[in-house]
């Protein structure tokens, strides 16, 4: 079985590392790609096709919210919200799941959350497993 492919876009250069970190740790996983904005991903998405997107809300260019209105009309691929503006409840995660989101998990420090590896690393591996329809991952 092929592995679940991943595009990540966060305009942070390091939350897109820690990110990544993360998914490249689960060896059933594949990050295909990472973008800076919500229009390097409405592109890189029409190439790379990934089946599942984590996407940062707040970004220049293009918000996350503005993607998924878009990515609903061109892609099939589920969108898990990584980000600091999507707290339980608010507007933001709110509307995320009014356009679909199928998982949201807030960044527990604010934008640049240092340890999200530490935090929410299992959360966000296991969001992606359950979207992929993969068992959950080993507790370390």
């Known amino acids: 079985m092929a592995k679940p492919t991943i595009l990540l876009v966060d305009d942070s250069v390091l939350m897109r590392t820690i990110i990544g970190d993360i998914v490249r740790a689960d060896d ?19 190439s790379l096709k990934p089946d599942i997107v984590l996407l940062d809300i707040e970004m220049p260019e293009m ?35 009014a356009l679909g ?12 959350s240092l340890d999200l590896a530490h935090k929410k690393g299992h959360d966000i591996v296991a969001a992606i497993r359950r979207a992929a329809g993969l068992p959950p991952p080993v507790k370390p």
């Open 101 to 112: 989101a199928v998982e949201i998990i807030a960044k527990p420090s604010g934008t640049m």
């Open 63 to 97: 918000s996350g919210l503005e993607v998924m209105e878009h990515l609903s009309l061109m892609s099939r691929a589920k969108v898990i919200i990584i980000s600091s503006v999507a707290q339980v409840g608010s507007p933001e995660a709110n509307e995320a799941r």
């Open 28 to 46: 059933e996983l594949s990050l295909v790609g990472a973008a800076e904005n919500g229009k390097v991903a409405l592109e890189m998405v029409k």
